[in-house]
């Protein structure tokens, strides 16, 4: 059926896509765009609800405004910048989806991610959970005392919050104090076996900034302000992320975006990881599967890896996983690194309440696992975990999904029995004594 | 007769494709069989239809004729005209009782060294099959006698 | 009719000339300018213009009187004295008659075989051990697929022989000093460790060397020696030793290669050498390198054997490559099925590499290779798939090469992957893509070839730096399009890919072009650093007793290895007419030529045979021997032992011996059927004619004129300019009318080059050297010879029959529109909206071709507008953007500045419609698949360029046109200004659409080629011709079969005896021999190949009584 013509050339009207051109550097080079659809052939959300990046910039240029500010897939688009590491013109479609969720009316955009902004805004913890600042510590100091009482080799063990002039400030996702507290037990033990000199803080910990996916500047600013300022209270020299990825880049780029003055230095948790591995402070052995021939795949973060470090982080990951599993156990997926695709859950994604679709996105990853052959697939960012856990169990795979320090703590020998949420039956004893 | 038929075939090749080929399997020492001698001509379309069956009526087992391949003659189109004759030369050959598969018209550029090699081969291959050209018994003859 | 000069008729009218001029620019005086500032009027008009103004008429009779007058312009010259002093003065003084080409590629080759051919002393400096550069690479050429060897290595062949050219091989420029007409250039030779003159190129050195390095000739597909030559062809066909990788030079130990070598050619000893050379002027033509795409990791070069670039493919492809011809993929040495071309990589990219141009070959190249290696198809859909945004087949004859590859099946996929991934057991390859339609597919290849682009390397960088000439932010030279091989510092010329990325078409054409500027400013020293050699007067001999000397080469033990020297010496005692036999260990060597120059006179030998490798490389070497020696070089004859006998017979060393037996008979009794053969020369009117009085023809004339040879310009029109007065400004922004007026007023003003207006070729009769014409011109006949002529005959736009032209005056066509823009210049304020309809009329059944021009032209025009008035919506409908090369950034700016541009597909054209007096365009956008309909102001319809149909002009001067009408060169790729018939250039759009830089380059080139036959008072022809014998009985049959019409038909004798024969104009026939092969009755023959000469060789070759009488 013919779709009714676009009327073009007769009245000018102010585009949409033209203001946002005015708000980008080099206006994102939007109007550079030859179609030639590099971007969308290695989309993840390519064809859901019959878009793709570039008739999703192609109607913008045509004044299609109506159909692209309304149109659901600015929340499907994971502004994972795939499209952007190779387009030719370097054009930043992501930076135009940004804009198109910040032009909905704020009431409208999806409840998932509003509510976990809304909510980070609450307590100074930042927690999209609202995890107060009581509650925080109550969990830390009580985990930790467990630690302490029941674990051999670390009752020495601290998890401080505020300890002034600590070097390491440590974030944390509200999912672990508030669901799963037993998952911080392997990170702080690998920051006590390595001898590292950190801090929690009562402030600004939490790993999340759903402001930023909900296209709400204001608040991502009020967020990310809020952190820096805990930071540099504390006189920490560097900001850690945890195994979280859009935190690490909603920081990041806050930081400059808004242009907050700081103190500190900024790493991901898996620098530390390799160079502590490195420097033979984490006595990492994969001897304990050296029979057992488990077989291991990454998903290697769009924030954390393209968006950020790119492959030198990815090769810094690799190393530590294959330090950890056994680098024959290891096997990468195609495409993988700072080329890789998005698990189809970042950017809100998870929370924006469209799980069909989001499962039509994440298809291309599950494939890609299954098609390593691996028992795990090793997620080091909380998006990630959930979205390949969610997807296993529905398109009814076989493999586990499981954060980097689970495995550390494994590959030592100090993983404690109720560390082990996400191992499955293969490894649920290993290295238990 | 000789224990093993080494036919004596008769070679035009064009100066500027075949016979530089030649040369080229000669450089990359591309290895064929020693039975063709060969002529230089300017064309493979210089070749005169008679001088194919006198070559083949004085006695040689096969005659071929090597030039550009076509569209990359170096006179615009003697190649195409040589191929043209190709049908006369195979019925006169045949009407004085000589296989037509004596005779053959290959194309081969200069840097075909290693097909160069492979024609010769194959054409010598066939001249075998065929054995001696029948003319040659009557031929030799005559040469005794004289 | 009456001819009369403005001041001599205000002369005698006693009127100030102003007056006269009015009167003719009001149209009161109706005269027509002719030549010379001349004008014509008929007795009539002056007759009434006269009474009107009171004049006496007896006064007319003062005039001179032109009707019917016939003249000979052709001694008619203006003293040209002062003007040369002029000219002098702006030419380098005592300048020095040598040149310096930089870079021994097709270009640098090229522009020195030019230079030495027409008297200048040419120093070729290249980087490596070889000359050639990337084409010896290349498999075939498009779009004819010729062998690529096979067309550039006689050039070769010829450059390292050329007496006048001085090949410095593992050379490069450091340094360079001086100013135009006087450079001195330092140059650092680096060490061949092979002495080049004891070097016999057997090949013992590399197969005794243990050392194995990555060839990059083979682009690193295969490995070679540290001991090597480039290929198998190379020239100079010399060996060399790679001392980065040579065991000897690294680790002092092994020097195999000495102990083997059976010349003692090795030297390591040898050392990099500073030489200065003196120069006039300087051609740099240092290539470019192609893009590496190891840093795309998306694309996954480095990791995946079976992603390979296009230069690696070509290998793959070439018979002298790896595989031999018989392509496999590197992963498992399988012959692929299904191969992917990923179109611009590394070209028309911001994003991983600053090349922001297109790479202008790689489309073609991609189509190239689609077809050639589609004999390996079986015949699978998408079996040969490129991966392509806009298919680029913007020169001759390609659109029709890329219909052609559709038309066998070749899919072409408007879809860009984002990635290449791993299949299955490390072979082959995934491709996910999607549709224009937003479709996506995921397709298994067996093979992806990279099309990567060209960039200038920092190496070549350092040449720019070196010459201190200005380059552009891509580092390619910059030039502007009024002289586009000119640099920014005079007397150093820029040509080939040096100057942005083209074909081996344009960068032959630059590389003339850069000769032709050469030559001009180093005219004054025009044969003064050139030698000729004199050889001593050539004995008397009865040549037709034969006493032959036969000389047997051992070529150390290439030869007597195999084949039994001293057997074959003995035999070639007992054949006829042989009085002396000598086995050389090398017949080649400069002390065997003193040897045999001694033999011939002690022996009183008057034919030699050579028994060694092949004429093709040494027929020359000896014929110089012989003519040193006083015999006719025509009197040898070589029998090929080594490359078509020992070294492809090593295991059959008896049956080897008897073929070199029958060899050197055949060998001998030809020889003893040969006879003295002279080259012939014919005296040469070094005038030429242009017919046509465009940008092109003004230019060739300027050039030719700028070289002192005296030029017919001659023009259709009443004025000179032809499609240039319609046009605004350049693809680089230049503005055109300046340029224009430049070449009018140079062209008007020179004294060597007469113009003739309102003119037309009468007549042609002549060859090569020697041309007659007549040409009309404003009613007089003039009679002109001369040596050569360009065509230049332009082409024009066509008139569209569609899209409502015509029938609303809004539709215009491009240069109407572009007159619209000139008279209306609030034109871009007062529209709200304009629309461009690209390829009206071309790429279609009609008209097969691609235009070229047209894209550039609107975006260019589009830009305008759109920088003049941001508000203004403009859109560009078109079928491909084809803004190739350096024109790229025309595109990139357009999209920038918000133009719209949007595909439509020939079946899905756009229609254009009215309702009231609002005028749309209603299309399809294919890739929001949305129906558009465009309002619009103006519709301009870039319609198709239509070659000049100069019936007239083609039936007379026969040359061939391709299907369209344009003239067609007599080799699209390395004569691609010559036509077929000797002494014919052509230029410009008559030849195909072009740009006015391209016409103007293409222009130069030809009046480069040009003068090659004009700089020499006489010319010399080849020995080897066809010649009538008494046989002929004038049938005529070989008439039609000369390619170059070089036999006419003549009756002779008187009434009684009258009758027809035919005549070969030497001048024409090339000695190819087809019209032998035609006659049947000997009446026609060629020297050096004669019936009775082949036949011998037929006789020799099967030992029969004849042979041995």
Known sequence: MQKEPVTLGKDKKSLFKDKVMELLPNGGNLNACFTCGACSSGCPSVGIDGMDPRKFLRMAALGMDDEILKSNWAWFCTMCQRCMYVCPMQIDIPQLIYHVRKNWPRENRPKGIRGSCDMALKHDTCSSMGVSIDDWKFVVEDLADEIRQKDKGFEELQAPIDKGGAYFFLNQNSKEPVLEPNEMAPLWKILHLAGADWTYASKGWAAENYCMFLGDDENWEKIVRIKAKAVDDLGCKVWVNTECGHELYAFRVGLKKFNIPHKFEI??????????????????????????????????????????????????????????????????????????????????????????????????????????????????????????????ENFRGHYNTVYLWTLICLSMGVLGQNERAYLGQDLITVGLS | MPDKFEPKIIGFLCNWCAYAGGDVAGVIRAQYPPNMRPIRVMCSGMVHPDLVVEALKMGADGVIIMGCHIGQCHYQDGNSKAMARVEVVRVVLEDMGIEPERFAIVWVSSAEGKRFAKVITDFTDQIKTLGPNPLRKDFELNFKRV | MIEFRVNKMAELLDVHRNTITNWIKSGKL???????????????????????EGIPAELIEKLKIANGIKSNISENFKDIKEFVEIKKKTLPKKPIGSVMVVGGGITGIQAGLDLADSGYYVHIVEKSSAVGGVMPKIDKTFPTDDCAMCIVSPKLVK????????????????????????????????????????????GICSQKCPKKVDDEFNEGLSRRKAAYIKFPQAVPLKYSIDGANCIYLTRNKCRACEKFCPTGAINFDEQEEILNYNVGAIILAPGLTTYDPSGLDFYNYKNMPDVVTNLEFERLLSASGPCFGHLKRPSDNKEPGKIAWIQCVGSRNINRCDNGYCSSVCCSVAIKQAITSSHHCHGENGCRTIFYNEIRAHGKELEKYYENARDMGIRFLKAMPHSIEPAKDDSGAIIRYMTEDGSIFNENFDMVVLSVGMEVSPEIRKISDIFKINVDKYGFAATESINPVESSRPGVFVAGTFTGPKAIPKSVIDASAAACEVAKILIEAKDTKTHEKIYPEELVADHAEPRTGVFICSCGINIADVIDVSELSDYAKKLPGVVYVENNLFTCSADTQALISGKIKEFNLNRIVVAACSPLTHEILFQETLKEAGINPYLIEMANIRNQNAWVHQNQPELATQKAKDQLCMAVTKVSKNYPLFTQSVPVHQKALVIGGGIAGMSAALSLADQRYDTFLIERDNRLGGNAWNLERTNKGEAVRPILEYFIENVENHPQIKVLKNARLKSFAGSVGNFVSEVESNGIVHTVDYGVCVIATGAGESIPDEYMFGEDRRVMTQLQFEREMKLNPTLSYKAKSIVFIQCVGSRDSKRPYCSRVCCAHSIKNAIKLKEANPLLDIFILHRD???????????????DLGIIFIRYYLKNKPTVKREGNELYVNIFDPISQQPLRIYTDYIVLATAIEPDQNEELSQLLKYYVNSEGFINEAHPNLAPVELAVEGFFVAGMCNYPKLIDESILQAKAAASRASLILSKKDMQLDAIKSFVTEKCDGCALCVDVCPFKAIKFEEIGDNRDKHKIITVDNALCKGCGLCVATCPKGGIEVHGFTLEQLKSQVHAALNTTEALN
């Open chain 3, 159 to 202: 450059c390292v022989r050329h007496f006048n050219i001085n090949l410095l091989t593992l050379s490069e420029v450091v340094g360079v000093s001086g100013d135009v007409g006087n450079f001195t250039v330092k140059i650092k030779k680096n060490p061949r460790y092979i002495d080049i003159n004891k070097c016999i190129s057997c």
């Open chain 3, 881 to 895: 953007i084809r803004t190739f090369g350096l024109q790229e950034e025309l595109y990139k700016k357009a999209r």
């Open chain 1, 267 to 392: 790493k991901s948790i898996i620098h530390l990881y390799a160079r502590w591995i490195r420097e033979g402070k984490l006595k990492v052995s994969s001897e304990w599967n050296k029979n057992l021939k488990i077989r291991f795949t990454v998903q290697d973060p769009c924030q954390i890896i393209r968006k950020s470090y790119g492959d030198p982080l990815a090769m810094d990951l690799r190393f530590v996983i294959k330090s950890v599993v056994g680098e024959e156990n290891f096997i990468d997926m195609y495409p993988n690194k700072s080329n890789n695709y998005c698990c189809g859950g970042g950017s809100g994604f998870l929370q924006a309440g469209f799980p069909d679709s989001r499962r039509k996105a994440g298809k291309i990853k599950f494939d890609q696992i299954i098609a390593t052959g691996a028992d795990y697939c090793i997620t080091p960012c909380h998006n990630c975990h959930s979205q390949i856990t969610d997807l296993c």
């Open chain 3, 30 to 52: 109706k005269a027509a300018p002719s030549v010379a500032k001349r004008y014509i009027v008929s007795k009539e008009e002056l007759t009434e213009l006269f009474r009107e």
